[in-house]
Each structure stands twice: as structure tokens, then as C-alpha cells.
């Protein structure tokens, strides 16, 4: 992280402590030698050349910033996972590798795929793949057949949930619906709606 611009600069702070990912800050005309990503203001990434990105540039959600710092990190390498556990309450799990981007639950089939939609739009990544549970099989053709119109480049697969119940699932800090959600995005499905093989270049 390098910046004169003291605004940016404590955003920059800010958001890279909650989303938890390790960073230096390093004063205008440092040795920067070492580092595989600068994260900077508009008005300086040119100094940078393609390892730089402008924080005015990133989303302001958490999970999406995340997956964005990530991918430019990668080089767009690496898949994204998703995980649906739909039912009355819908958990959502994302992932870009193994790295995990957001755990979220919701009440609305609606507001699940627009937040899905987010992560598709927004992360750079050579493969989007979204994993339905079919443990509620109303809900789940539902979400599936959003998921169709908000994230047509995505591969969708539905996915046994068998395992992945609430009872099942123990993870720190994350609820029932959440931690199933995890389970699901990394159990391979049958593919119901294949998207591109890659999504942004």
C-alpha cells in the first residue's frame, strides 16, 4: 500500500483490516522491489504500472474488495466457489481458491442472487462456479433459476446436501446455514446450467 493521500490512505487501512488480509505501508519513494500488489489512489496507480490497483477502482463491499486484491494477486488464476444452502433462511459462502470471501445469510431468494451477482460482476477469475444444495428442492430450483439471468457466465451445479446439515457443520464463528453453505461449495454437482469458461480476462 502506497499513497500520499492520507484519505485513501486509512481507507485503504480500514478495509484491508477487515478483510483480514496482510499488507505493508511504504512512504512515496520507497523500495517496493518485493511487492506483488501496490494498492493506491486514482491519481497515483500510474506510477506503478500493472501491479498496482486504485482503491477508488475496488468494490466497496468487503468480500467482492477481497476477491478483487486476491485475483489481482493470482493473476485471475484461480476458481471462485459458491455455496447455496437454500431453505427459509438461504446461507452463502463464497470462496476464491480456498480463501473464504463471505459467509452471508438471507431471507430472499432475490437478495441472494443479487449479492452472487456482485461477486460475478466484480472478481476477476478464470472460472466462476456456483453450488446449489438440493436439500429444499422448491427453493433451490428457484435460486437456480435467478441464478440463471444474474450470473449467466457462472456454471451452476446442484448439489446432495446430504452431511452438510446444521448438526454436521461445526465452524467458529459461523452460522448453521453459513457452514453448510461451505460444505456444498466445495462438493462437486451435477451441472444445470453451464456458463463461459471464463469470465474476465
Same mark, same amino acid.
Given at each position: 500500500?502506497?499513497?500520499? /493521500?492520507?484519505? %485513501? &490512505? &486509512?481507507?485503504?487501512v480500514?478495509?484491508?483490516?477487515?478483510i483480514g488480509l496482510?499488507?505493508?505501508?511504504?512512504?512515496?519513494?520507497?523500495?517496493?522491489?518485493?511487492?506483488?500488489?501496490?494498492?493506491?489512489?486514482?491519481? /497515483?496507480v500510474?506510477?506503478f504500472?500493472?501491479?498496482?490497483?486504485?482503491? /477508488?477502482? *475496488?468494490?466497496?463491499?468487503?468480500?467482492?474488495f477481497?476477491?478483487q486484491?486476491? !485475483?489481482?494477486?493470482?493473476?485471475?488464476?484461480?476458481?471462485?466457489?459458491?455455496?447455496?444452502d437454500?431453505?427459509?433462511? @438461504?446461507g *452463502?459462502?463464497?470462496?476464491y481458491g480456498?480463501?473464504?470471501? /463471505?459467509?452471508s445469510?438471507?431471507?430472499?431468494?432475490a437478495?441472494l442472487t443479487?449479492?452472487?451477482?456482485?461477486?460475478?460482476?466484480?472478481?476477476?477469475?478464470?472460472?466462476?462456479?456456483i453450488?446449489v444444495?438440493?436439500?429444499s428442492? !422448491?427453493?433451490a @430450483?428457484?435460486?437456480?433459476e435467478?441464478?440463471?439471468?444474474?450470473?449467466?457466465?457462472?456454471?451452476i451445479?446442484?448439489?446432495?446436501?446430504?452431511?452438510?446439515?446444521?448438526?454436521r457443520?461445526r465452524?467458529?464463528? %459461523?452460522?448453521?446455514d453459513?457452514?453448510a453453505?461451505?460444505?456444498?461449495?466445495?462438493?462437486?454437482g451435477?451441472?444445470v446450467?453451464?456458463g463461459?469458461?471464463?469470465?474476465?480476462?
Amino acid at each position: 500500500m502506497v499513497t500520499s /493521500e492520507a484519505r %485513501i &490512505y &486509512y481507507a485503504i487501512v480500514s478495509k484491508m483490516m477487515k478483510i483480514g488480509l496482510p499488507f505493508t505501508s511504504a512512504i512515496p519513494g520507497a523500495d517496493r522491489g518485493d511487492c506483488t500488489l501496490i494498492i493506491t489512489s486514482a491519481g /497515483e496507480v500510474g506510477q506503478f504500472g500493472g501491479r498496482a490497483l486504485a482503491f /477508488e477502482d *475496488l468494490d466497496e463491499n468487503p468480500g467482492v474488495f477481497k476477491g478483487q486484491v486476491l !485475483s489481482k494477486v493470482h493473476r485471475n488464476n484461480d476458481v471462485v466457489l459458491v455455496g447455496v444452502d437454500p431453505g427459509t433462511r @438461504i446461507g *452463502l459462502a463464497v470462496f476464491y481458491g480456498e480463501t473464504s470471501l /463471505e459467509y452471508s445469510t438471507f431471507s430472499s431468494v432475490a437478495g441472494l442472487t443479487r449479492r452472487v451477482g456482485a461477486f460475478v460482476r466484480g472478481v476477476p477469475t478464470k472460472r466462476f462456479v456456483i453450488r446449489v444444495g438440493n436439500g429444499s428442492p !422448491s427453493v433451490a @430450483i428457484r435460486v437456480v433459476e435467478s441464478l440463471k439471468l444474474e450470473a449467466k457466465d457462472a456454471t451452476i451445479e446442484m448439489v446432495d446436501e446430504s452431511g452438510t446439515s446444521v448438526r454436521r457443520v461445526r465452524m467458529k464463528g %459461523i452460522q448453521g446455514d453459513e457452514g453448510a453453505a461451505a460444505k456444498i461449495a466445495f462438493r462437486k454437482g451435477v451441472v444445470v446450467h453451464s456458463g463461459s469458461s471464463r469470465i474476465h480476462v
